[in-house]
């Protein structure tokens, strides 16, 4: 484990490696790299992520929307690495401005991601790495003692997944988390095979949740809902809320089937470098 410090050429060469691999990995699947807004008009509404304002716009926590706009057109695979923000989230592992990674596959299911985050992960790191599965209901009711397929509680499952679930899961290695219950669907759609849960895993390394991965979901008027629920979560709790994207509510239905995934860069950079600080791959973080 290095020691944290100032940001070093050693560092920057790590970093510049693993982006020239995910590129490399990408291009010669035929994926085509782009790029969309960093300034948008219209952030997803999601529970607890806070974009940072830009005048009458917001800085984006992620380029998910504008990417399935381009789904929608007609893109094919597309991935697109590059900064994202978030409000308020400052610490060893997290700066308000972040190298994320996306991409998507259209007419693929979430297995091709599983396959996707293994060969990443192992070019980065260079050694093959295989990964552990848990689903979301046995790791509750192993580490919890509760099932929140069977009784839902979004606080419980969120102190929880912090407090009990995420400690309890192989600190080392590769881990996906499987299986994620209905009403934490976000942006992923329902399981065809058992409504209770939804398309979507967390891939974890050594302990850090580096993705997030969804069988996206492509009905508008699904979404649309689904984004109503959480502003009037949010207005309850007096949390700010943001417009709805009407651009991409307007294409979604158009979307073809797709797998997609966002993946934190410099956490895997991190892994890579041997450190749990982002600061020391990071130039420029903002101070605790």
Same mark, same amino acid.
């Given at each position: 484990?290095k #020691?944290? &410090?100032?940001?070093?050429?050693?560092?920057?060469?790590?970093?510049?490696?693993?982006?020239?691999?995910?590129?490399?990995?990408?291009?010669?699947?035929?994926?085509l790299?782009?790029?969309?807004?960093?300034?948008?008009? =219209?952030?997803?509404?999601?529970?607890?992520?806070?974009?940072?304002?830009?005048?009458?716009?917001?800085?984006? *926590?992620?380029?998910?929307?504008?990417?399935?706009?381009?789904?929608?057109?007609?893109?094919?695979?597309?991935?697109? $690495? &590059?900064?994202?923000?978030?409000?308020? #989230?400052?610490?060893?592992?997290?700066?308000?401005?972040?190298?994320?990674?996306?991409?998507?596959?259209?007419?693929?299911?979430? =297995?091709?991601?599983?396959?996707?985050?293994?060969?990443?992960?192992?070019?980065a790191?260079?050694?093959?790495?295989?990964?552990?599965?848990?689903?979301?209901? #046995?790791?509750?009711?192993?580490?919890?003692?509760?099932?929140?397929?069977?009784?839902?509680?979004?606080?419980?499952?969120?102190e929880?997944? %912090?407090?009990?679930?995420?400690?309890?899961?192989p600190?080392?290695?590769?881990?996906?988390? *499987?299986?994620?219950?209905?009403?934490?669907? =976000?942006?992923?759609?329902?399981?065809?095979d058992?409504?209770?849960? =939804?398309?979507?895993?967390?891939?974890?390394?050594?302990?850090?949740?580096?993705?997030? &991965?969804?069988?996206?979901?492509?009905?508008?008027? #699904?979404?649309?809902?689904?984004?109503?629920?959480?502003?009037?979560?949010?207005?309850?709790?007096?949390?700010?809320?943001?417009? $709805?994207?009407?651009?991409?509510? %307007?294409?979604?239905?158009?979307?073809?089937? *797709? %797998? &997609?995934?966002a993946?934190?860069?410099?956490?895997?950079?991190m892994?890579?470098?041997?450190?749990?600080?982002?600061?020391? $791959?990071?130039?420029?973080?903002?101070?605790?």
């Amino acid at each position: 484990m290095k #020691e944290s &410090g100032p940001i070093c050429r050693e560092a920057l060469a790590c970093r510049a490696k693993i982006l020239r691999s995910l590129r490399s990995y990408f291009d010669d699947c035929g994926f085509l790299e782009c790029e969309t807004p960093v300034r948008i008009p =219209a952030p997803a509404n999601e529970a607890f992520l806070e974009p940072p304002p830009s005048g009458s716009r917001w800085l984006r *926590t992620s380029p998910e929307l504008h990417m399935k706009r381009l789904l929608a057109a007609g893109s094919g695979k597309i991935y697109q $690495i &590059g900064p994202c923000f978030r409000a308020g #989230e400052c610490g060893r592992r997290h700066n308000p401005e972040f190298t994320m990674m996306e991409w998507y596959r259209p007419e693929e299911t979430i =297995a091709a991601l599983y396959e996707d985050v293994a060969t990443v992960v192992s070019l980065a790191l260079g050694h093959t790495m295989t990964p552990h599965v848990f689903t979301v209901e #046995e790791a509750y009711c192993k580490w919890a003692g509760w099932n929140p397929l069977e009784m839902w509680d979004e606080d419980r499952f969120d102190e929880d997944m %912090a407090l009990k679930i995420e400690p309890s899961l192989p600190q080392t290695g590769l881990v996906y988390l *499987t299986h994620y219950p209905a009403p934490a669907a =976000a942006l992923a759609q329902l399981s065809p095979d058992d409504p209770r849960v =939804a398309e979507r895993f967390e891939a974890y390394l050594n302990g850090i949740e580096i993705a997030n &991965g969804y069988g996206e979901l492509t009905d508008a008027t #699904e979404q649309r809902q689904r984004f109503e629920a959480t502003i009037a979560m949010r207005q309850s709790r007096g949390l700010p809320t943001y417009p $709805i994207d009407e651009a991409f509510l %307007a294409v979604l239905d158009a979307m073809p089937p *797709t %797998a &997609g995934i966002a993946l934190g860069v410099d956490r895997l950079v991190m892994a890579a470098y041997g450190t749990t600080e982002i600061r020391d $791959i990071r130039p420029f973080c903002e101070e605790r």
